[in-house]
């Protein structure tokens, strides 16, 4: 079954409570604040790589793909957090 994920941007409270009642019903509706940290938003993270000497090519190719994919969505977030205060994903 599909799920819905809704982001909330943390400045909007009143909107994070607006969809919660909304969706309240729906059991496929997920309304969450984001809970990141502001250095993690801006890409100030520790971005330090380590690298498994048991791990395959393939693994790592793997790896450096679920990488850029989490990088997209992660920049997707952002910037419907920023421009409409949430973010809606599709999960599953």
């Not at 940290?37 to 393939?58: F, I, K, Y």
Request: hydrophobic share 35%; net charge positive; with cysteine.
């Amino acid at each position: 079954m599909e799920r819905h994920l809704f982001i909330v941007a943390r400045d909007q409270a009143d909107l994070h409570e607006y969809l919660a009642r909304e969706f309240a019903s729906e059991g496929n509706v997920e309304v969450i604040l984001d809970r990141r940290e502001v250095a993690e938003r801006r890409g100030g993270h520790d971005r330090r790589r380590t690298r498994c000497a048991d791990a395959s090519r393939a693994d790592r190719r793997r790896a450096v793909r679920r990488h850029r994919m989490e990088r997209r969505l992660r920049q997707f977030v952002d910037s419907q957090l920023r421009s409409l205060g949430y973010a809606m994903l599709r999960v599953g």
